[in-house]
């Protein structure tokens, strides 16, 4: 059995990235293009930072505190806007979280709310369309 072990052989795997226009498509997996390391370390920090905050809190607080926030976080994750249509700000789970104080891109760029053609969209058609209370077939297309 130890034989048969050393007798299988591994593909090679370079560093290198996979050159596609020299060596055609990837056919493995392995060969795809490896996601740089400060991708990883970007996509994995607010949840890293969630954690150490979360037991930042548990040690000086005490485990009910985060439990709390936790509830707090899912009561304010539910909260939507009647009409359905309009996006919901989300400004309370954004107080809650600290997203609030932290000023990024999707702040000021493309925001459709601060165009000059945006039309709100009249509350009491968004309501009938969502209650099914409107005869006006083009109302449910709103949905």
């Known amino acids: 059995m130890a034989m048969e ?3 299988i052989s591994l593909p090679f795997h370079s560093t290198r990235p996979h ?3 020299r060596e055609g498509l990837a056919s493995y997996k392995q060969d795809a293009v490896p996601v740089h390391p400060v991708q990883v370390i970007q996509s ?3 949840k890293h930072r969630r954690q150490t905050k979360r037991s930042l809190i548990e ?8 439990l709390r926030m936790d509830i707090d976080r ?5 909260f939507q806007r009647p009409s359905g249509l309009l996006p919901s700000s989300m400004l309370g789970l954004q ?3 600290g997203e609030l104080d ?3 891109f999707e702040d000021f760029l493309n925001d459709p709310q601060n165009s000059e053609s945006f039309v709100p969209v009249d509350m009491h058609l968004g309501m009938e ?3 099914g209370l409107s005869r006006d077939p083009a109302a449910h297309t709103l949905l």
């Open 5 to 7: 072990d050393a007798n």
């Open 19 to 21: 050159d596609t226009l």
């Open 44 to 46: 994995n920090f607010e």
């Open 59 to 66: 040690r000086a607080y005490g485990s009910a505190v985060p």
């Open 74 to 78: 899912q009561i304010l994750s539910r």
């Open 95 to 97: 107080s809650l979280t």
């Open 102 to 104: 932290e000023f990024g």
């Open 129 to 131: 369309a969502r209650l």
